[in-house]
């Protein structure tokens, strides 16, 4: 069954830090991946996703995640915070088959200190 | 509207109450999904409508859980009975369906409290 992990539920970073979110998965079929990231009252937004080829993406913000397979990760990563990064993130993988729903991880908060 | 649409954004109610949580998703798309979401947790799976029909309910948690969508469009996710527990921000998410690459577009949420 897919399933993802994310370790560390809280990461706090300096303001010009570089910013690691770590996500692991477990799919028994080449999986579709997702970051999605929540601000405060807001519903999910889509900051990229993995699906076939290229191995890294590019999302909006900067971020950038590499679907690493030997690994069974997807980490997220951005060179520089800024004040506005901070929000909740949710790495997901999609279950595929029949349905197309996404399976999310516990998430991470990421604080950004000036 | 562009995005997906629900209403309430707000609902308290007292225990035992009977809910209804609306979802508009976005127009043309075939799909749509029910998660709930609880403090310091992911969105947790409750069930997927491609077209009218429910094609996966398995994240429904018990019978007082229900959720239709009667013209493909617009859904409606009903409680019943409800308890303190239902207390959670349960989103609605829509996507292309068929074949796309599943990604899902969020609506805001509806925050329940059961008192």
């Known amino acids: 069954a897919q399933s993802v992990t994310q370790l560390g539920s809280h990461v706090s970073v300096s303001e010009g830090a570089l910013v690691l979110l770590r996500c692991n998965y477990s799919s028994s079929v080449p999986p579709y991946l997702f970051w999605y990231v929540q601000y405060p009252n807001q519903g999910l937004q889509l900051l990229l996703k993995y699906t076939t080829g290229a191995t890294l993406v590019k999302g909006i913000n900067g971020f950038e995640a590499e679907f690493k397979k030997s690994e069974t990760s997807f980490h997220l990563t951005k060179p520089s915070a800024h004040m506005s990064d901070a929000a909740e993130y949710f790495c997901?993988?999609?279950?595929?088959?029949?349905?197309?729903?996404?399976?999310f991880g516990t998430g991470t908060l990421l604080a950004v200190q000036p | 509207g562009a995005g997906v649409s629900q209403t309430p954004s707000n609902k308290v109610t007292e225990k035992g109450k009977y809910v209804e949580l609306r979802c508009d998703p976005i127009?043309?798309?075939?799909?749509l999904y029910w998660y709930r979401q609880s403090l310091g947790q992911g969105p947790e799976f409750l069930i997927y409508f491609q077209g009218t029909g429910a094609a996966d309910d398995s994240g429904l948690p018990n019978d007082r859980f229900f959720a239709v969508r009667p013209e493909g469009s617009v859904s409606t996710l009903k409680i019943q009975r409800t308890e303190r527990g239902d207390s959670a921000v349960y989103l609605c998410?829509?996507?292309?369906?068929?074949?796309?690459?599943?990604?899902?577009?969020f609506g805001e949420g509806s925050r329940l409290t059961v008192l």
């Open positions: 998410a829509s996507s292309l369906g068929g074949r796309d690459t599943g990604e899902l577009f």
């Open positions: 127009s043309g798309h075939t799909a």
């Open positions: 997901a993988v999609r279950k595929g088959g029949a349905t197309n729903k996404l399976i």
